[in-house]
């Protein structure tokens, strides 16, 4: 029973992070009509960059100061590089972020070497927060918790609540009309692009640590996230929400439970669950789970 | 009986071809050439399938190397059975074996990944080349796990008086299986199929009207392109002697695509340009620099950003100008791009190389180039190749509106007199 518990509660903070990552794909897509293959990258560069900053001011300003700086490059790569590729088409704007996604990593090598770097959890946030039944939740896990969730309701509160979420909407849907009106819809994109990276680079900050941080953690969850991006149904912020939880639940649970099938244990399988899981959805229900598209 | 000219261009253009797959190890003496041609066959032919998919098709696929791996991986097998004398098929077909393996799979996994057009597909076949290597690396039984299955090429009595154990065999068996591959592919593109297949790449809902099924028709060009990455597979495995999870990887999906994409995806013989360029690249810089892999993409991005159709596009731009005899005039302007460009490539390479020196733990410091030294912990080096850096771009810049402008007035003054 505590043991359902805990793995619940790991769980949901896992795929809570995953959304983090998915949403900000999710709202570029649907935006710009742009699949980003460096998403995983601005990740990567979240948790090394907060590395970098938490050394020498500590993990607080760490929290606000890197992804900031990651949605700053975010803008950047979408001002001076998406923009220009744009009349291209958009497999021009793919194949683009595919070589930013190439580019970041090797820079990452570059700078910070080709092994893990010690990015550690801060010692204010080590430690078990509650016991259950004689096994330790750690608070680190809390706190993830809590951003993730502080995060995704703002940017829900701000997405419906504000103006500029408004004309963000306007956009996603009726970009000449948004034009009309007199709002600059090419800083709306960039806006958003920044946005996302920015989000993708929190998630780095709060994921780096809690895993590990090392020149391969961008490929080891990019396929991931857009496993998400397709199951939950391409655009569909709520599908995507939907399927990482899903995602996430699935990865901690096939990863800690040790049932074995012919030899093979359930553990050793995880890492295929979540593309089986797109194969099979593919078969019978192919929008994904709440996508409205179909082409 | 319909008019058909002899297209005497084509066949010269074939016999050339031919040709220089013949002798191409006459030329370039020497067993690191000769390596780098081997493998430079096999990509080509594997290039040239990803583009039916890519070029002809429109679907872009980030998990091409699934078929091509595990046509190897089959391949392997098929030729450790035949060491253990248990099966027995001539070496030079193997390729076959290893096409049939990955016509095999492409229908199997084809059906699952060309329900979706665009990016959907993309991001499916990338999908799917994740959870083929997640599975290579979860039987290791069949699959030898990270270290993947050796075998040996040279089994069996030598077929006709060949053993294929000297590399200069090898070479000729894939020289010949890459020529037939071209000229099967080429062959393919003129095809009702080919047709079709440009057809539901260029307005798939028109496609429909006329009455065919796209779905259909991106299943069967997946289908015969897994065959030719199958047999690009088997290639690689009699010239490695070893197949490992590497063969599968994204790392492999993604090399192909850069590949492809370098050359040029909307002609035909881009991806031999490609696959050319890449290899030179994966090959002969990768002994000069660990940075290597930063430089292809750089280069790719730049591709992306200013030549969508690849060197080929580049060099059939000119012909035009070349036809017209008007390319004198465009020499200067050439020539002093180059000269900006080398000199903004110096400066970046030279930040590259320094930043990699600080990083890497136990290099030594110090860069030597032409027989002067830059330490990298002292500052002046850094000013002077950003320097170099922004000059050159700087003086790109200008370059490259010369470029323009010349460029320009002459395509004006053509068509004038069309």
Request: glycine share 12%.
């Amino acid at each position: 029973m505590e043991f359902l518990l805990v793995q619940s509660l790991n769980g949901i903070s896992y795929g809570l992070l995953l959304f983090m990552l998915s949403s900000g794909l999710t709202l570029v897509f649907s935006l710009m009509g742009v699949l980003n293959f460096a998403h995983a990258s601005f990740y990567m560069l979240g948790a090394y960059l907060a590395f970098q900053v938490s050394s020498k001011v500590g993990f607080w300003p760490a929290l606000v100061i890197a992804p900031l700086l990651v949605g700053a490059l975010g803008m950047l790569v979408e001002r001076f590089g998406l923009r220009q590729v744009h009349r291209h088409g958009h497999v021009a704007e793919l194949l683009f972020t595919f070589g930013l996604a190439y580019l970041l990593e090797e820079a990452v090598h570059l700078i910070w070497g080709r092994s893990a770097v010690e990015y550690r959890v801060p010692p204010e946030l080590d430690g078990p927060l509650f016991q259950i039944i004689g096994s330790q939740y750690p608070i680190y896990r809390g706190f993830m918790m809590l951003v993730s969730v502080t995060m995704l309701v703002s940017i829900w509160l701000a997405l419906t609540r504000t103006r500029i979420g408004l004309v963000i909407q306007a956009a996603l849907t009726h970009p000449q009309t948004v034009e009309a009106l007199g709002h600059n819809v090419p800083r709306v994109f960039m806006l958003v692009f920044g946005g996302g990276a920015a989000l993708a680079g929190l998630a780095g900050v709060i994921g780096g640590n809690a895993f590990v941080t090392e020149p391969g953690m961008a490929a080891a969850v990019g396929p991931i996230i857009f496993v998400i991006v397709v199951v939950g149904g391409m655009g569909s912020l709520a599908g995507a929400f939907v399927a990482s939880l899903l995602i996430g639940c699935m990865q901690t649970f096939a990863v800690s439970l040790d049932w074995s099938l012919a030899g093979i244990k359930v553990s050793q399988v995880a890492p295929v669950l979540p593309y089986l899981l797109m194969v099979l959805l593919l078969i019978f229900r192919p929008k994904g789970l709440m996508g409205t598209r179909e082409g | 009986m319909k008019y058909r000219p002899l297209n005497l261009g084509r066949w010269i253009l074939w016999s050339a071809t031919a040709l220089v797959f013949l002798a191409a190890p006459q030329v370039l003496q020497g067993g690191f050439a000769l390596t780098m041609l081997t493998q430079m066959g096999t990509l080509i032919l594997f290039a040239l399938s990803y583009n039916m998919l890519l070029g002809q098709s429109g679907m872009l696929s980030f998990g091409h190397a699934v078929y091509s791996g595990l046509g190897a991986y089959v391949t392997v097998h098929v030729l450790n059975l035949m060491g253990k004398g248990s099966l027995y098929v001539p070496v030079p077909l193997l390729p076959l074996v290893g096409g049939m393996a990955g016509l095999f799979f492409g229908i199997l996994f084809g059906y699952v990944t060309t329900k979706r057009a665009g990016t959907t597909f993309a991001l499916i076949s990338l999908g799917v080349g994740e959870m083929v290597f997640a599975c290579v690396l979860m039987f290791p039984g069949f699959f030898g796990g990270e270290a993947g299955i050796s075998t040996n090429r040279v089994v069996g009595k030598p077929f006709l008086g060949l053993s294929f154990g000297p590399a200069i065999q090898v070479y000729y068996l894939v020289a010949v299986w890459c020529f037939l591959g071209m000229a099967a592919m080429f062959a393919l593109t003129q095809t009702p199929l080919g047709r079709m297949a440009n057809a539901v790449r260029d307005n798939p809902e028109r496609a429909e009207f006329v009455g065919y099924n796209t779905q259909h028709v991106r299943f069967l060009q997946l289908v015969l392109a897994s065959f030719f990455a199958g047999v690009s597979g088997a290639l690689s495995c009699i010239n490695f002697e070893i197949v490992s999870a590497e063969n599968v990887s994204a790392i492999r999906s993604g090399g192909v695509l850069l590949a492809t994409f370098i050359g040029g995806v909307p002609f035909f013989f881009g991806p031999i340009l490609g696959a050319i360029v890449f290899i030179f690249f994966v090959v002969a810089l990768s002994g000069f620099t660990k940075a290597w892999l930063l430089y292809l993409g750089l280069f790719f991005v730049l591709m992306v950003v200013y030549a969508p159709g690849g060197i080929a596009s580049l060099i059939l731009m000119q012909f035009p100008v070349i036809r017209a005899g008007r390319w004198r005039e465009m020499a200067l302007p050439y020539a002093l791009a180059a000269l900006a460009g080398l000199v903004a490539l110096a400066g970046l390479i030279g930040l590259v190389e320094m930043v990699y020196r600080l990083s890497e733990q136990g290099a030594s410091t110090v860069l030597t180039v032409l027989g002067l030294s830059f330490d990298a912990r002292s500052a002046p080096p850094w000013f002077m190749f950003a320097a170099a850096l922004a000059a050159g771009l700087a003086a790109l810049r200008a370059a490259a509106r010369r470029v323009g402008e010349r460029w320009g007035a002459i395509q004006l003054e053509l068509q004038a007199r069309a």
